[in-house]
């Protein structure tokens, strides 16, 4: 994919993902007076780095004249960048209050070297194997992404001069993930919210978390942003589409498929979430999957047994050790 004109003042540039088979994350620049704003920045690289930086320069756009960075969630495929832009312009980076906060915990988390220990007590928790505990798996550690100078909520205008582009709050795949709209053109940024063919991760952490929900946040998400009529859809994987409502509802229906499937799982017996998740249908089979992979399955398992458990079909069986779910 290259770099591309989208027509009224909107550029996409592709900003790679090593090692990700997302390939790249569409990084979008929004042309206003002051200099672009740029809706997300893509992974921390130095081939991330210079795809930017290029792609951008492909339309005349120096990386040192950008304006702000609008996080739409802080995962490091989309914030990772973000310190360095504003490191080489002084531009500002906003992000959902949600968003900063988790940004803030991390780092603090990683500065105490507490990152991986949370993990492992993590695994224990659901139920893992003694081999799954012991597998320290493949992944390099990710820098934390920069602390933002702006926070947003809900309805906000981003500071984008001579346009407008509010911030529509769509909690569920981070609890600060945001979609904004540019008013003036008809289109609207959906980050991983909404994705033309696949759907983005939703997962529960710690997996017991207690008065979290995220997928039923997502759920709530979706329904909010389907009844846009907005002209095009620009997310942050894939391509550009059109017919929001639609693709909104593809997704509430395969949730709801994956609900039930959780469901059917659930006997007056108690499972633990890591037998509970070994016996769902991956991409991969279970015998295949790394433990990172395994980790994220647990929390995907989680944000549905969480929802199911607010729906009044499960509970959890007892307080001890591991997460052991039940029919209610």
Known sequence: MEPEDLGGGVWSVPVPIPGNPLAYTLVYAVESPRGPVLIDAGWQHEDSWTALRDGLGAFGIDIADVHGVVVTHYHPDHAGLAGRVRETSGAWVAMHHADAEIVRLFRAMVARGEHRAFELSSLRRAGATAADLGDRGERPQVDPPAVPDRELSDGDLVDLPGRVLRVIWTPGHSPGHICLHLEDGDRVFTGDHVLPRITPHIGLYPYDLAGADPLGDFLGSLDKISGMTVDEVLPAHQHRFRGLPGRAREIIDHHERRLAEVTALLTAVPITLWDLTAALTWRHPWPDM???????????????????????????????????????
Do not use: K, S, V
Request: avoid cysteine.
């Open 290 to 328: 790394p433990i990172t992979a395994r980790r994220m399955a647990a929390g995907e398992a989680a944000a549905h047994l969480r929802t199911l458990e607010n729906r009044g079909t499960a509970r959890r069986a007892g307080t001890t050790d591991p997460l052991r779910y039940t029919l209610r």
